[in-house]
C-alpha cells in the first residue's frame, strides 16, 4: 500500500514536482533573483497570452488531439483590427467587441469545415494560419500600428500603470507598521503554518517601510483564499452528509493548504510589486470560467466524451458535430481575447505578432498532462504546463542564456513531458 | 503415443500486483488439435504470449521444451525461426496493402534493399490456394471479407514454415458459415501432420475440431480432457471452466406480464449508405409488446444490427421507406440519437469498446453520458447526484470494481457490458435493443445479464435482443423473429421454437443476394 500508493501520487503530480524541482534550480542558478518581485510579476504578465490560448488549445486537444495552427496568426489579425480602429479614433470598448466577434467568427468559419464537412482540424487551421497572416499584413498595410487610447492599455494590461490602483494602501502605508506587529502577536499564538506566513507578512511590512506595500493586493489574496478554504470545507461536509466517500480527506486538506499557501506567496510579491497586474485578473478569469466549464457542465463533459470515444458519443443522443464547431469557435473567441491582451501589452500591433504563439498552447497543453489522442486533460494542467515554460523562459533570460538556447531547451521539457505520458500509459497496459 | 511436440512446464507470469500464471502446465502433442479454454481473464492469451516470445524469457519462471530441447525465446522472431506462429485475435493486416504484402510483411522475400516482387506474389498465391482462396495476392486487402481476411492470416502464418500453429478466437469475426470452413481447414492440416492449438470461446467448436482440451481457470491449469470422439458435453467444459457445476445456464422468467404493444416497425426498408443500391434491410416489418423479450436471430451478415440501428434515430444507412409506430402513434424521427433517445428507445451495441464505452473515462462518466440532462440544472452537472446514480447502478447491476471512479478501460469484459447496460438504463427508455448483449463474456457474467434482461421485462419495458447465439435466443425470448438475407423470414413463439425450425427457416430462404 505504501509504495502503491507514493508511485500514485509521483504520477499524479509529475508535473507539479517538475514544476517545484525547476522553480528551485533557477532560484539556485540566478541567486533568487527569479524569487524577486518584479520577475513574479513578469512572469504573469509575459505568458498571459498563453494562460488564454492553452485554455482554448486544451477543449480542441480535448476533441481527439485536435489542435489549431491558426491562433497565432488570428491573434495577430484581431490585434491589428482593434488597434487600427482605435487609431482612428474609434471607442475602445467597441474595438473590443470587434476583436472578439472578428476571432470568434474566424473560429467559426474553420469549425464549420472541422465539424461539418470533416477537414482535418490539422488543415483547416494550417491554412488559417496562412491566411490570417497575411491578412494581418494587408489589414495594417505592413506597419506597426502604434495605440494611443490610455485607458484600453491600462484596463487590458500595457504599460506603466496596468495594476489595480491600491484602495486602501494609499492611505495606510504608515500603518504598515502597526501590521507587521499585529502578525507578531499572531505568530506567537497559533501553529508553524501561520507563523511562515505571519514572518513572510513580517518581512513585505518590513520592506514595504522602504517602499510602499500594497495592500489592496494583499487584502484580495486574504479573501480569496478564505474563499476558497471555505468552499472546500462547503464541499466536503455536504458530501459527507449525501453519504459519499470523498477519499482521503488528508490529502484534500493538503493540497487546499499548499494552494492557499501558494496564493498567499504569490500576493505577497505582488504587493511588494504594484500590486495586482490587471492581466492578471483576466487570465484568472478565463481560466476560473473554464475550469468551471471543463468540469461541472454538460458541454464541458462532451468535450472529454468526444475524445474518448466519438462514436459512442454520438450514439448517446450527443450532436458530436456540434461540439468539434464549439470548440474551434470557442478557439477563436479566445484567439481575439489574446490579440487584445497581446496589443495592449505592446502598446502597438504590428505584422509579426503572434508568431509561435500557437506552438506555446500546445506545448502548455501537452506539458499539463493533456493526451495527444484526445479525452484527457485538465485547465489546472494548462496552468502547471504554461508556468512551467514561463519560469524556463524567465529563468535563463535572467541567467542570461541565449534565447535559440532556451528554445532548445523548452523543446526538450515537451518531449520530456510527454515521454512520461506515454511511459506512465505503457507500465497499466 | 505420439510424440510430445511441446511442453511448458510450470510456467509462472507475474506482473506487478498480479500472478497471471501460477504454475501451468501444457502439453501437446505431434499432430493434434489442442484447445485451450477458461473464461476471460484466466491466462490463455497470457500463456500464448510467453509461449512466442512476447514475454520474452526472463520474465517468467518455468521451462518450455519444444521439439525436445529447452527453448529460451526472446523475441517473436526466435519463437517463428522453430515455427511457432501465433495468430491473433484481431486481425494484423494492412488494408491498404496487397494481400502477397501483407503476407510476408517483416518477412520480405528477395534482399534487405531489393523485394523480390515476382517470387512474393508466385509463393503467396501458392499458399492463397492451400488455404482454399481463389483470390489473386495481388488484390488489396480492403476488399476481401473478415472471412477472407482471416484465412489470408492462415497463409501468412504457413508462408513462416509453421508446425505449430496457434489461433487466438479464430472464429470471433467470421459468420457460422465461414467459421465452420475455417475450422474444417483446420482439420484438414491436421490431416498434414499440422499440430495446432486453439483458444475459443465457442464450446460447439471445442467439441467439433478439438482432440484433446485443456481448461485454464485463475491462472492454473485444471484439466486436460480427452476428446478423440467429438463428442464432449458442453456443460462438462463448462464445469471445469467455472469451478462447479452451472445447473442452469439461463435464468427462469418471473412475473411474466406481456402487455400493449409498445413499438411497430412496418415496411422498413434502408439503403446502404454508401451503395444505394444494396438494401441493408428490407421491407421488415416487427412489433414488441411491453414486458416482452423479442429475440432476433440470425447469422452475422443478415441485417440485424443494420435494422437496429436504422431504428434508433437512423444511425446507419437510409431509410428508404417504412413508419415506426410507438404506442400506436407514428412517430417520425430525425435523423440523429437524441431523438430516438426523446422517443425513449435505446439502442445497447454490439461493440461496447467501439460503439458504445468510453474506455478512459470512469464507470461514473459512462453510466450518466446520455442522460446528463436528468441530473443538471441550468447546464450544469449535480456531480454528487452523478456519484450516486453510478453508485445505484453499480449495486443493482453487481458491477465488480473497487469504486465507480475506475476507468472503464480497466474493467473485464462483462464488467463493462454491465456499464453499458447500466448506461442505457438510466436513460430510462421504454424499448431497449440489445445487440449481442452477451458477446466475448464468461459464463458466470452472461447469466447475471440474463437476470437483467428478465429484470427488465418484469418492469414493464419492451426487450429486443438481437443474437447470433441460438441457445440463448430460445432459452431467453418470448417470441422470436429470424432474419436472413435483409429479411424477416420467420416469426414464431418461443413455445414453437426449436433449433431445427428455425435453421429450417433459414435455409428455405436461401441466400437470396
Same mark, same amino acid.
Given at each position: 500500500?505504501?509504495?502503491?500508493?507514493?508511485?500514485?501520487?509521483?504520477?499524479?503530480?509529475?508535473?507539479?514536482?517538475?514544476?517545484?524541482?525547476?522553480?528551485?534550480?533557477?532560484?539556485?542558478?540566478?541567486?533568487?533573483?527569479?524569487?524577486?518581485?518584479?520577475?513574479?510579476?513578469?512572469?504573469?504578465?509575459?505568458?498571459?497570452?498563453?494562460?488564454?490560448?492553452?485554455?482554448?488549445?486544451?477543449?480542441?486537444?480535448?476533441?481527439?488531439?485536435?489542435?489549431?495552427?491558426?491562433?497565432?496568426?488570428?491573434?495577430?489579425?484581431?490585434?491589428?483590427?482593434?488597434?487600427?480602429m482605435?487609431?482612428?479614433?474609434?471607442?475602445w470598448?467597441?474595438?473590443?467587441?470587434?476583436?472578439?466577434?472578428?476571432?470568434l467568427?474566424?473560429?467559426?468559419?474553420?469549425?464549420?469545415?472541422?465539424?461539418?464537412?470533416?477537414?482535418?482540424?490539422?488543415?483547416?487551421?494550417?491554412?488559417?494560419?496562412?491566411?490570417?497572416?497575411?491578412?494581418?499584413?494587408?489589414?495594417?498595410?505592413?506597419?506597426?500600428?502604434?495605440?494611443?487610447?490610455?485607458?484600453?492599455?491600462?484596463?487590458?494590461?500595457?504599460?506603466?500603470?496596468?495594476?489595480?490602483?491600491?484602495?486602501?494602501?494609499?492611505? *495606510?502605508?504608515? %500603518? =504598515?507598521? /502597526?501590521?507587521?506587529?499585529?502578525?507578531?502577536? !499572531? @505568530?506567537?499564538?497559533?501553529?508553524? $503554518? #501561520?507563523?511562515?506566513?505571519?514572518?513572510?507578512?513580517?518581512?513585505? *511590512?518590513?520592506? %514595504? =517601510?522602504s /517602499?510602499?506595500?500594497?495592500?489592496?493586493?494583499? !487584502? @484580495?489574496?486574504?479573501?480569496?483564499? $478564505? #474563499?476558497?478554504?471555505?468552499?472546500?470545507?462547503?464541499?466536503?461536509?455536504?458530501?459527507?452528509?449525501?453519504?459519499?466517500?470523498?477519499?482521503?480527506?488528508?490529502?484534500?486538506?493538503?493540497?487546499?493548504?499548499?494552494?492557499?499557501?501558494l496564493?498567499l506567496?504569490?500576493?505577497?510579491k505582488?504587493?511588494?510589486?504594484?500590486?495586482?497586474?490587471?492581466?492578471?485578473?483576466?487570465?484568472?478569469?478565463?481560466?476560473?470560467?473554464?475550469?468551471?466549464?471543463?468540469?461541472?457542465?454538460?458541454?464541458?463533459?462532451?468535450?472529454?466524451?468526444?475524445?474518448?470515444?466519438?462514436?459512442?458519443?454520438?450514439?448517446?443522443?450527443v450532436?458530436?458535430?456540434?461540439?468539434?464547431?464549439?470548440a474551434?469557435?470557442?478557439?477563436?473567441?479566445?484567439?481575439?481575447?489574446?490579440?487584445?491582451?497581446?496589443?495592449?501589452?505592446?502598446?502597438?500591433?504590428?505584422?509579426?505578432?503572434?508568431?509561435?504563439?500557437?506552438?506555446?498552447?500546445?506545448?502548455?497543453?501537452?506539458?499539463?498532462?493533456?493526451?495527444?489522442?484526445?479525452?484527457?486533460?485538465?485547465?489546472?494542467?494548462?496552468?502547471?504546463?504554461?508556468?512551467?515554460?514561463?519560469?524556463?523562459?524567465?529563468?535563463?533570460?535572467?541567467?542570461?542564456?541565449?534565447?535559440?538556447?532556451?528554445?532548445?531547451?523548452?523543446?526538450?521539457?515537451?518531449?520530456?513531458?510527454?515521454?512520461?505520458?506515454?511511459?506512465?500509459?505503457?507500465?497499466?497496459? | 503415443?505420439?510424440?510430445?511436440?511441446?511442453?511448458?512446464?510450470?510456467?509462472?507470469?507475474?506482473?506487478?500486483?498480479?500472478?497471471?500464471?501460477?504454475?501451468?502446465?501444457?502439453?501437446?502433442?505431434?499432430?493434434?488439435?489442442?484447445?485451450?479454454?477458461?473464461?476471460?481473464?484466466?491466462?490463455?492469451?497470457?500463456?500464448?504470449?510467453?509461449?512466442?516470445?512476447?514475454?520474452?524469457?526472463?520474465?517468467?519462471?518455468?521451462?518450455?521444451?519444444?521439439?525436445?530441447?529447452?527453448?529460451?525465446?526472446?523475441?517473436?522472431?526466435?519463437?517463428?525461426?522453430?515455427?511457432?506462429?501465433?495468430?491473433?485475435q484481431?486481425?494484423?493486416?494492412?488494408?491498404?496493402?496487397?494481400?502477397?504484402?501483407?503476407?510476408?510483411?517483416?518477412?520480405?522475400?528477395?534482399?534487405?534493399?531489393?523485394?523480390?516482387?515476382?517470387?512474393t506474389?508466385?509463393?503467396?498465391d501458392?499458399?492463397?490456394?492451400?488455404?482454399?482462396?481463389?483470390?489473386?495476392?495481388?488484390?488489396?486487402?480492403?476488399?476481401?471479407?473478415?472471412?477472407?481476411?482471416?484465412?489470408?492470416?492462415?497463409?501468412?502464418?504457413?508462408?513462416?514454415?509453421?508446425?505449430?500453429?496457434i489461433?487466438?478466437?479464430p472464429?470471433?469475426?467470421?459468420?457460422?458459415?465461414?467459421?465452420?470452413?475455417?475450422?474444417?481447414?483446420?482439420?484438414g492440416?491436421?490431416?498434414?501432420?499440422?499440430?495446432?492449438?486453439?483458444?475459443?470461446?465457442?464450446?460447439?467448436?471445442?467439441?467439433?475440431?478439438?482432440?484433446?482440451?485443456?481448461?485454464?481457470?485463475?491462472?492454473?491449469?485444471?484439466?486436460?480432457?480427452?476428446?478423440?470422439?467429438?463428442?464432449?458435453?458442453?456443460?462438462?467444459?463448462?464445469?471445469?471452466?467455472?469451478?462447479?457445476?452451472?445447473?442452469n445456464?439461463f435464468?427462469?422468467?418471473?412475473?411474466?406480464?406481456?402487455?400493449?404493444?409498445?413499438?411497430?416497425?412496418?415496411?422498413?426498408?434502408?439503403?446502404?449508405?454508401?451503395?444505394?443500391?444494396?438494401?441493408?434491410?428490407?421491407?421488415?416489418?416487427?412489433?414488441?409488446?411491453?414486458?416482452?423479450?423479442?429475440?432476433?436471430?440470425?447469422?452475422?451478415?443478415?441485417?440485424?444490427?443494420?435494422?437496429?440501428?436504422?431504428?434508433?434515430?437512423?444511425?446507419?444507412?437510409?431509410?428508404?421507406?417504412?413508419?415506426?409506430?410507438?404506442?400506436?402513434?407514428?412517430?417520425?424521427?430525425?435523423?440523429?440519437?437524441?431523438?430516438?433517445i426523446?422517443?425513449?428507445?435505446?439502442?445497447?451495441?454490439?461493440?461496447?469498446?467501439?460503439?458504445?464505452?468510453?474506455?478512459?473515462?470512469?464507470?461514473?462518466?459512462?453510466?450518466?453520458?446520455?442522460?446528463?440532462?436528468?441530473?443538471?440544472?441550468?447546464?450544469?452537472?449535480?456531480?454528487?447526484?452523478?456519484?450516486?446514480?453510478?453508485?445505484?447502478y453499480?449495486?443493482?447491476?453487481?458491477?465488480?470494481?473497487?469504486?465507480?471512479?475506475?476507468?472503464?478501460?480497466?474493467?473485464?469484459?462483462?464488467?463493462?457490458?454491465?456499464?453499458?447496460?447500466?448506461?442505457?438504463?438510466?436513460?430510462?427508455?421504454?424499448?431497449?435493443?440489445?445487440?449481442?448483449?452477451?458477446?466475448?463474456?464468461?459464463?458466470?457474467?452472461?447469466?447475471?445479464?440474463?437476470c437483467?434482461?428478465?429484470?427488465?421485462?418484469?418492469?414493464?419495458?419492451?426487450?429486443?435482443?438481437?443474437?447470433?447465439?441460438?441457445?440463448?435466443?430460445?432459452?431467453?425470448?418470448?417470441?422470436?423473429?429470424?432474419?436472413?438475407?435483409?429479411?424477416?423470414?420467420?416469426?414464431m413463439?418461443?413455445?414453437?421454437?426449436?433449433?431445427?425450425?428455425?435453421?429450417?427457416?433459414?435455409?428455405?430462404?436461401?441466400?437470396?443476394?
Open positions: 500500500m505504501g509504495t502503491g500508493s507514493v508511485s500514485a501520487f509521483l504520477k499524479k503530480y509529475t508535473m507539479v514536482i517538475a514544476l517545484v524541482v525547476v522553480f528551485i534550480f533557477f532560484s539556485i542558478t540566478t541567486s533568487g533573483k527569479i524569487l524577486l518581485p518584479p520577475n513574479i510579476n513578469n512572469l504573469i504578465s509575459q505568458n498571459g497570452y498563453v494562460f488564454v490560448l492553452g485554455t482554448g488549445m486544451l477543449l480542441c486537444i480535448l476533441t481527439g488531439g485536435n489542435i489549431d495552427l491558426s491562433v497565432g496568426s488570428v491573434v495577430c489579425f484581431t490585434g491589428g483590427i482593434g488597434a487600427i482605435m487609431q482612428r479614433g474609434l471607442p470598448i467597441l474595438a473590443v467587441i470587434v476583436m472578439l466577434a472578428v476571432g467568427l474566424v473560429g467559426m468559419f474553420q469549425g464549420f469545415w472541422i465539424a461539418w464537412v470533416s477537414v482535418p482540424p490539422f488543415i483547416a487551421t494550417l491554412a488559417g494560419m496562412y491566411a490570417f497572416r497575411g491578412l494581418s499584413n494587408v489589414v495594417m498595410g505592413g506597419y506597426s500600428v502604434g495605440i494611443n487610447d490610455e485607458t484600453f492599455l491600462r484596463v487590458f494590461g500595457g504599460g506603466a500603470d496596468c495594476y489595480i490602483p491600491d484602495f486602501i494602501g494609499g492611505r *495606510a502605508a504608515s %500603518a =504598515a507598521s /502597526s501590521v507587521a506587529a499585529g502578525a507578531e502577536s !499572531v @505568530a506567537t499564538a497559533t501553529e508553524s $503554518a #501561520v507563523t511562515s506566513a505571519a514572518a513572510a507578512v513580517e518581512t513585505t *511590512a518590513q520592506t %514595504a =517601510a /517602499s510602499s506595500l500594497n495592500l489592496t493586493c494583499l !487584502v @484580495a489574496g486574504i479573501v480569496i483564499i $478564505a #474563499v476558497f478554504v471555505l468552499m472546500s470545507i462547503k464541499g466536503i461536509v455536504s458530501r459527507q452528509k449525501k453519504g459519499i466517500s470523498s477519499g482521503n480527506a488528508a490529502g484534500e486538506f493538503i493540497k487546499v493548504l499548499i494552494i492557499s499557501a496564493v506567496a504569490i500576493t505577497i505582488l504587493a511588494q510589486y504594484k500590486g495586482i497586474p490587471t492581466v492578471l485578473i483576466w487570465i484568472a478569469l478565463i481560466l476560473l470560467i473554464y475550469g468551471y466549464v471543463t468540469s461541472n457542465t454538460a458541454i464541458g463533459r462532451y468535450f472529454y466524451a468526444v475524445g474518448g470515444n466519438e462514436k459512442a458519443t454520438r450514439l448517446s443522443g450532436n458530436t458535430k456540434l461540439v468539434y464547431f464549439i474551434y469557435a470557442n478557439m477563436g473567441l479566445l484567439a481575439g481575447f489574446a490579440g487584445i491582451l497581446a496589443v495592449a501589452r505592446g502598446g502597438h500591433a504590428e505584422p509579426t505578432y503572434g508568431m509561435g504563439y500557437e506552438m506555446d498552447a500546445i506545448a502548455s497543453c501537452f506539458i499539463g498532462g493533456a493526451s495527444a489522442y484526445g479525452g484527457v486533460g485538465k485547465i489546472t494542467g494548462v496552468i502547471i504546463g504554461a508556468s512551467l515554460m514561463g519560469v524556463i523562459n524567465q529563468g535563463m533570460s535572467i541567467m542570461g542564456i541565449s534565447a535559440n538556447y532556451q528554445s532548445a531547451v523548452k523543446g526538450a521539457v515537451l518531449l520530456i513531458a510527454v515521454l512520461v505520458d506515454v511511459l506512465s500509459k505503457k507500465e497499466k497496459a | 503415443m505420439a510424440k510430445i511436440l511441446l511442453e511448458m512446464k510450470n510456467i509462472t507470469k507475474t506482473f506487478p500486483g498480479v500472478k497471471a500464471l501460477d504454475n501451468v502446465n501444457l502439453k501437446v502433442e505431434e499432430g493434434e488439435i489442442h484447445a485451450l479454454v477458461g473464461e476471460n481473464g484466466a491466462g490463455k492469451s497470457t500463456l500464448m504470449n510467453v509461449l512466442s516470445g512476447i514475454y520474452p524469457y526472463g520474465t517468467y519462471e518455468g521451462d518450455i521444451i519444444y521439439d525436445g530441447e529447452t527453448c529460451k525465446f526472446g523475441t517473436i522472431k526466435d519463437s517463428e525461426g522453430k515455427g511457432i506462429v501465433i495468430i491473433h484481431e486481425l494484423a493486416l494492412v488494408p491498404e496493402m496487397t494481400i502477397g504484402e501483407n503476407m510476408y510483411l517483416g518477412n520480405e522475400r528477395g534482399k534487405k534493399f531489393k523485394i523480390d516482387w515476382d517470387t506474389y508466385v509463393e503467396a501458392k499458399y492463397l490456394k492451400m488455404v482454399g482462396l481463389s483470390e489473386s495476392s495481388k488484390v488489396l486487402i480492403k476488399e476481401i471479407g473478415t472471412g477472407k481476411q482471416q484465412l489470408v492470416e492462415i497463409a501468412k502464418a504457413l508462408a513462416k514454415n509453421a508446425r505449430l500453429l489461433l487466438d478466437e472464429t470471433s469475426s467470421l459468420n457460422e458459415e465461414d467459421s465452420r470452413a475455417l475450422l474444417d481447414l483446420m482439420l492440416f491436421k490431416k498434414q501432420g499440422m499440430t495446432m492449438i486453439i483458444i475459443t470461446h465457442k464450446l460447439n467448436e471445442v467439441s467439433y475440431v478439438a482432440d484433446k482440451i485443456t481448461v485454464v481457470r485463475d491462472g492454473s491449469t485444471i484439466e486436460t480432457i480427452d476428446n478423440a470422439n467429438h463428442d464432449i458435453d458442453e456443460d462438462r467444459i463448462i464445469k471445469g471452466m467455472v469451478g462447479r457445476e452451472i445447473t445456464r435464468p427462469k422468467r418471473e412475473n411474466v406480464k406481456i402487455g400493449e404493444i409498445n413499438m411497430e416497425v412496418s415496411g422498413w426498408t434502408v439503403q446502404h449508405p454508401l451503395y444505394p443500391e444494396r438494401n441493408v434491410v428490407n421491407d421488415v416489418s416487427m412489433y414488441v409488446r411491453k414486458g416482452e423479450v423479442v429475440g432476433i436471430y440470425g447469422l452475422m451478415g443478415a441485417g440485424r444490427t443494420e435494422l437496429a440501428m436504422s431504428i434508433f434515430g437512423q444511425s446507419y444507412g437510409n431509410l428508404l421507406s417504412g413508419v415506426l409506430k410507438i404506442n400506436g402513434q407514428e412517430v417520425r424521427l430525425k435523423k440523429s440519437p437524441t431523438d430516438a426523446n422517443h425513449k428507445i435505446a439502442y445497447v451495441t454490439e461493440d461496447r469498446k467501439g460503439n458504445g464505452l468510453i474506455l478512459s473515462q470512469s464507470i461514473k462518466v459512462n453510466t450518466s453520458l446520455a442522460n446528463l440532462d436528468s441530473i443538471s440544472k441550468n447546464l450544469v452537472i449535480d456531480k454528487d447526484r452523478e456519484y450516486q446514480v453510478a453508485e445505484e453499480r449495486e443493482k447491476l453487481k458491477t465488480k470494481t473497487p469504486s465507480v471512479e475506475q476507468l472503464v478501460g480497466n474493467l473485464s469484459g462483462g464488467n463493462q457490458q454491465k456499464v453499458l447496460l447500466a448506461k442505457w438504463m438510466f436513460a430510462e427508455p421504454e424499448v431497449l435493443i440489445l445487440d449481442e448483449p452477451t458477446r466475448g463474456i464468461d459464463v458466470g457474467a452472461k447469466y447475471e445479464i440474463y437483467i434482461i428478465n429484470d427488465l421485462a418484469a418492469a414493464g419495458k419492451s426487450v429486443i435482443m438481437i443474437s447470433s447465439e441460438l441457445p440463448e435466443v430460445l432459452a431467453m425470448s418470448d417470441r422470436i423473429y429470424i432474419m436472413n438475407a435483409s429479411r424477416i423470414v420467420g416469426e413463439k418461443a413455445s414453437e421454437a426449436t433449433q431445427e425450425n428455425i435453421m429450417a427457416a433459414i435455409l428455405k430462404s436461401g441466400r437470396g443476394d
